[in-house]
């Protein structure tokens, strides 16, 4: 069964109605020591990255998450949870994240329109099982005013160009992350979810 981490700014009902309509079974978990029932994770986010640490801090859940993807479990951030999954982000002052991977968010700066709002094709930088049926070119939802600069490149799985190169899906070991939102990007994010899940198929909780 796949967890959801529910700590008040994850936009829970789309993400849990797309797992139903993969067939997959799901829990919204918000208690520590639960999260090791489950074979995999998915940490959902919206809203500002500082107030989201200090939830997910104030709810003990911050040493359950590393310990979680220590265990070598699949944990999967989403948009805001992606960003979360790194080590500091400079919106509204500087804040430190959970530290899975290395690099930091931070804002857009140009002129142009902030947030990055809508759909954008990805560009698949390496292949990996969490992209199976998933190629350049296929087109996905986001909304977000800060970006993920990665602090291993290898981490990379693709990109996409918002007058620059933006972080878009990040891989390493079980720990992943995507920056759009699957649950409201059509076939290619269903793709990306029922990947997932397969991920965690078979995992002993």
């Given at each position: ?81 992606m ?42 930088k ?10 350049s ?69």
């Amino acid at each position: 069964m796949i967890g959801i981490i529910d700590y008040g700014m994850g936009n829970l009902y789309s993400l849990s109605k797309a797992l139903e309509r993969l067939g997959y079974a799901y829990e919204f978990v918000s208690d520590p020591e639960r999260l090791s029932d489950f074979s995999g994770l998915i940490l959902p986010g919206v809203g500002a990255f500082g107030d989201a640490i200090a939830n997910i801090r104030e709810l003990g859940l911050e040493k359950a998450l590393q310990d979680y993807a220590a265990s070598g479990r699949p944990i999967l951030g989403i948009c805001l949870g992606m960003q979360l999954l790194f080590g500091k982000s400079e919106e509204y002052g500087e804040h430190i994240g959970l530290g899975l991977l290395s690099g930091e968010a931070v804002r857009f700066r140009g002129d142009f329109k902030v947030p990055h709002m809508g759909w954008n094709e990805l560009q698949v930088k390496q292949q990996h099982s969490l992209l199976e049926g998933i190629q350049s070119g296929d087109y996905v939802y986001f909304v977000h005013s800060y970006h993920v600069r990665v602090g291993a490149p290898e981490v990379l799985l693709a990109t996409t160009d918002y007058h620059q190169a933006v972080t878009a899906i990040v891989g390493r070991d079980n720990v992943f992350g995507m920056q759009f939102h699957p649950e409201k990007s059509g076939e290619t994010g269903m793709r990306l979810l029922r990947n997932f899940a397969v991920l965690c198929e078979g995992v002993l909780a």
